[in-house]
């Protein structure tokens, strides 16, 4: 969609106008260059949907529940690296949105939430549809606003985008109050941006980053984690250069995944739970551990006292300093935006002393790759992954719901650019995967976008496909269908002694059926040859396309560290 010019908008409307908050709200959207707002009406927006009829510049998404709304939001922030906009009404619109909200947070995400309120006058009395959205958000929001004057709505509004989408981006809620959004004023853009006791990030300290490169000199056997960071502040390119310069092998983290190149020779794969052989043994091995936007959660470092044992330094390049120092004793930390401290790096850096250390990580990845045990007569899903990575060269935007399916992507499918991996990290939500292919579609109108689902996580969203067909957004469906909740199965057979619990999901829908209701074309595989096939067919139709593959029940995601065992203590499957 093209982006609105101030001049194109004021053709149609003039400043000087007496206007509601509800035309104040979407005119201020418009100058902040929103593509498309994604939401649900209910009694207490209607007064700012009534403002969008007759309004050729506004676009709109009606998606078929709020969580569709502010997963699609969020598949189009992570995407296009824009703020998301989503709007719900009071109450149980609002309440809907906590999961979609929490997930931005883990992942800090910039979205601009926008929920109706009961009138003023009735705040406080547990009036009709009313819940106080602000308390139940404010341990997953970066800011929040509750507009009680209109005449404060463009300065809130510029607010909330500038602090979503600077130093550690996150989601920001607005709240308005149903007489609120019909109060009239003279609009009067606001430009001025002053918000007391919110910083800027601060230049980078060029003496911790010369105290980084020499640590570098010193260091025989160090590692990159690079995380999330490195692809929401653009920095791919710098990360490059400096492993090009360094010669330091990385390993990349779910979230990190496309911020530098899988096939890249230095590349070792994702580290942690699911992580590859190479990847964390280096990290074991490794003496020196330089932390680039990653915060080292949980699922990474595994069991704490015994992550990294040999290294005698860590470093940690981050943009938010609460997260230096909170899981693992950092002894050289760079505060500072990612690209603007490898930029400075890059004129500074040298290669590490390192040569027997490259070739020996470099050996274990050759001899330690990712594998599984292919068949003729069944159709494994990694063999699913490898298909469309080898038809899309990388160059797809794949999103993904949580379970077995998104580590067998993270796994198999070989990124090589950023921004082309959106998955739910932090939280791990199911339903999230299919919505935030819709937001990045739309987004990114021209590239071809695959969201990748497990059969569970995928009727928690099934609903959207209506707007698939609808608003005719050409997103290639794919269920991994195991009948069966897949990473809690896993979980069971291997730290519960097979005790399985509730995990069947027998009696799910005929899911190409449940795709032709919707209007969408349905395609099912459970061979190799079908599913080369079929996948060909759907690649080449204009549209959206469901694409069901039928895989094992008893298929594993390996290699895997449990819970409460350090990195090197990997379970290799049937390659033990």
């Known amino acids: 969609?093209?982006?609105?010019?101030?001049?194109?908008?004021?053709?149609?409307?003039?400043?000087?106008?007496?206007?509601?908050?509800?035309?104040?709200?979407?005119?201020?959207?418009?100058?902040?260059?929103?593509?498309?707002?994604?939401?649900?009406?209910?009694?207490?927006?209607?007064?700012i949907y009534d403002a969008m009829v007759g309004n050729p510049d506004f676009k709109h998404i009606l998606t078929r529940h709020e969580q569709g709304?502010?997963?699609?939001?969020?598949?189009?922030?992570?995407?296009?690296?824009?703020?998301?906009?989503?709007?719900?009404?009071?109450?149980?619109?609002?309440?809907?949105?906590?999961?979609?909200?929490?997930?931005?947070?883990?992942?800090?995400?910039?979205?601009?939430?926008?929920?109706?309120?009961?009138?003023?006058?009735?705040?406080?009395?547990?009036?009709?549809?009313?819940?106080?959205?602000?308390?139940?958000?404010?341990?997953?929001?970066?800011?929040?606003?509750?507009?009680?004057?209109?005449?404060?709505?463009?300065?809130?509004?510029?607010?909330?985008?500038h602090i979503a989408n600077t130093?550690?981006?996150?989601?920001?809620l607005i709240d308005i109050p149903k007489d609120v959004?019909?109060?009239?004023?003279?609009?009067?853009?606001?430009?001025?941006?002053?918000?007391?006791?919110?910083?800027?990030?601060?230049?980078?300290?060029?003496?911790?980053?010369?105290?980084?490169?020499?640590?570098?000199?010193?260091?025989?056997?160090?590692i990159i984690i690079a995380g999330g960071g490195v692809v929401y502040s653009n920095a791919s390119q710098e990360l490059l250069e400096f492993v090009n310069i360094t010669k330091i092998p990385v390993t990349t983290t779910l979230l990190g995944l496309g911020g530098f190149p899988s096939a890249h020779e230095m590349c070792l794969g994702m580290p942690g739970h699911h992580g590859t052989y190479a990847a964390n043994t280096a990290i074991q091995n490794a003496d020196l551990i330089i932390s680039i936007g990653s915060r080292f959660d949980d699922r990474v470092t595994m069991k704490l006292d015994g992550f990294a044992p040999l290294a005698q330094r860590i470093a940690h390049i981050d943009i938010d300093p609460a997260e230096i120092g909170k899981n693992i004793h950092t002894h050289l930390a760079c505060v500072?935006?990612?690209?603007?401290?490898?930029?400075?790096?890059?004129?500074?850096?040298?290669?590490?002393?390192?040569?027997?250390?490259?070739?020996?990580?470099?050996?274990?990845?050759?001899?330690?790759?990712?594998?599984?045990?292919?068949?003729?007569?069944?159709?494994?899903?990694?063999?699913?992954?490898?298909?469309?990575?080898?038809?899309?060269?990388?160059?797809?935007?794949?999103?993904?719901?949580?379970?077995?399916?998104?580590?067998?992507?993270?796994?198999?499918?070989?990124?090589?650019?950023?921004?082309?991996?959106?998955?739910?990290?932090g939280l791990g939500t199911m339903g999230f995967g299919f919505p935030s292919a819709i937001g990045a579609q739309i987004g990114n109108p021209d590239r071809l976008v695959v969201s990748i689902n497990g059969d569970g996580g995928m009727q928690m969203c099934a609903q959207e496909m209506a707007i698939c067909a609808i608003q005719h957004i050409p997103?290639?469906?794919?269920?991994?269908?195991?009948?069966v909740l897949g990473m809690v199965k896993q979980q069971q057979q291997i730290m519960y002694d097979e005790r399985f619990s509730h995990i069947d999901l027998a009696g799910s829908p005929n899911f190409v059926k449940l795709a032709e209701a919707y209007g969408i074309k349905g395609l099912s595989a459970s061979n190799k040859e079908d599913a080369l096939r079929i996948w060909?067919?759907?690649?080449?139709?204009?549209?959206?396309?469901?694409?069901?593959?039928?895989?094992?029940?008893?298929?594993?995601?390996?290699?895997?560290?449990?819970?409460?065992?350090t990195l090197d203590q990997m379970i290799m499957g049937e390659f033990e």
């Open 1 to 47: 969609m093209e982006k609105v010019s101030n001049s194109t908008y004021h053709s149609h409307q003039q400043e000087q106008d007496l206007i509601t908050g509800s035309e104040v709200l979407l005119r201020s959207l418009l100058l902040e260059e929103v593509e498309c707002v994604f939401g649900y009406p209910g009694g207490n927006v209607l007064y």
């Open 69 to 161: 709304a502010i997963h699609a939001a969020d598949g189009y922030a992570r995407s296009t690296g824009k703020v998301g906009v989503c709007i719900a009404t009071s109450g149980p619109g609002a309440t809907n949105l906590v999961t979609g909200i929490a997930t931005a947070y883990f992942d800090s995400v910039p979205l601009v939430i926008i929920t109706g309120n009961v009138p003023t006058a009735v705040m406080g009395t547990d009036a009709f549809q009313e819940a106080d959205i602000m308390s139940i958000t404010m341990s997953i929001t970066k800011h929040s606003y509750l507009v009680r004057d209109v005449h404060d709505l463009p300065r809130i509004i510029l607010e909330a985008f």
């Open 167 to 172: 130093g550690r981006k996150g989601p920001v």
């Open 181 to 222: 959004s019909n109060q009239k004023m003279i609009f009067d853009p606001s430009n001025n941006i002053n918000i007391r006791g919110y910083s800027e990030v601060p230049s980078p300290d060029h003496n911790e980053i010369d105290q980084l490169i020499q640590a570098i000199a010193e260091s025989q056997r160090p």
């Open 336 to 425: 500072g935006d990612i690209k603007a401290v490898l930029e400075y790096a890059n004129t500074k850096a040298m290669p590490a002393e390192s040569s027997s250390w490259i070739k020996k990580v470099q050996q274990n990845k050759i001899m330690y790759p990712l594998r599984y045990k292919d068949s003729d007569t069944e159709l494994k899903p990694q063999f699913v992954l490898e298909m469309i990575h080898e038809t899309t060269q990388g160059n797809a935007i794949i999103t993904t719901d949580v379970g077995q399916h998104q580590m067998w992507v993270a796994q198999f499918y070989k990124f090589q650019h950023p921004r082309s991996l959106i998955t739910s990290g």
């Open 475 to 483: 997103v290639k469906i794919v269920v991994i269908n195991n009948q």
């Open 536 to 565: 060909q067919e759907a690649l080449e139709t204009l549209g959206p396309v469901l694409v069901e593959f039928v895989v094992p029940k008893g298929e594993n995601v390996y290699p895997m560290v449990l819970p409460g065992t």
